[in-house]
C-alpha cells in the first residue's frame, strides 16, 4: 500500500513541474487569460448552461463548396428541448449574427461581447439578429419567454 501512495505523490509532483514548466517556456497568451476570467464573470447560476451541438469551425466545410471570402459559422446549442442555431458573418473585424430559436415566442435575448452586452427580443417565430459586434468571445442568452421560465445561456463563442 506503501508503495501506491508514493507512486502517487511522484505522480503528482511530476505533473506539478511540467506544469511549471509549460508556464516559464510556453505560457498563454495575457488576451487568453483576461477572455477566460471574463466568461466566468458571464456567469448565472440560476439559467441552464447549454451543451454544444454543433460547430461548423470543428465539423469544417462542406466539400465543394468555394467562396472569396469565409462561409459563415453555423453554431447549435440545445438546453432540454429548446434549440438555438447561430449564424456568425465576419466582415471587416465586425461580426453579423443571425439566430433563431426552436420555441416561437417573442422572449428577450442578449449577446455579452468583449465590449458589453447586446440585448434584444426574439420575434413570433424565434428569430434575432445583431448587427456590428466586436471580433471576440460571444455568449448567447436566451429567455424566459414567460415568468418564472427558464433562462439559457449558450457556450462561449470564439469567432
Known amino acids: 500500500m506503501s508503495q501506491q501512495r508514493d507512486d502517487e505523490q511522484g505522480a503528482d509532483r511530476l505533473g506539478a513541474a511540467v506544469a511549471r514548466v509549460y508556464v516559464t517556456v510556453d505560457p498563454p497568451p495575457p488576451h487568453l487569460l483576461v477572455a477566460a476570467s471574463a466568461a466566468l464573470a458571464w456567469r448565472d447560476p440560476d439559467a441552464a448552461l447549454a451543451t454544444l451541438l ?3 469551425a470543428v465539423a469544417g466545410e462542406a466539400a465543394g463548396i468555394r467562396s472569396g471570402s469565409a462561409p459563415p459559422r453555423l ?3 440545445a438546453a432540454g428541448d429548446l434549440v438555438v ?6 466582415v471587416d473585424g465586425v461580426v453579423h449574427l443571425v439566430g433563431q430559436v426552436s420555441r416561437p415566442v417573442a422572449a428577450p435575448v442578449a449577446i455579452r461581447h468583449s465590449d458589453g452586452t447586446w440585448t434584444g427580443t426574439t420575434d413570433a417565430l424565434g428569430r434575432f439578429a445583431a448587427e456590428s459586434l466586436p471580433l471576440g468571445p ?4 436566451w429567455g424566459p419567454a414567460e415568468p418564472g ?8 463563442i470564439l469567432p
Open 138 to 141: 460571444l455568449r448567447v442568452t
Open 75 to 77: 453554431v447549435s446549442f
Open 85 to 90: 442555431d447561430v449564424e456568425l458573418t465576419e
Open 149 to 156: 421560465g427558464d433562462t439559457v445561456i449558450g457556450p462561449t
Open 54 to 56: 454543433m460547430d461548423s
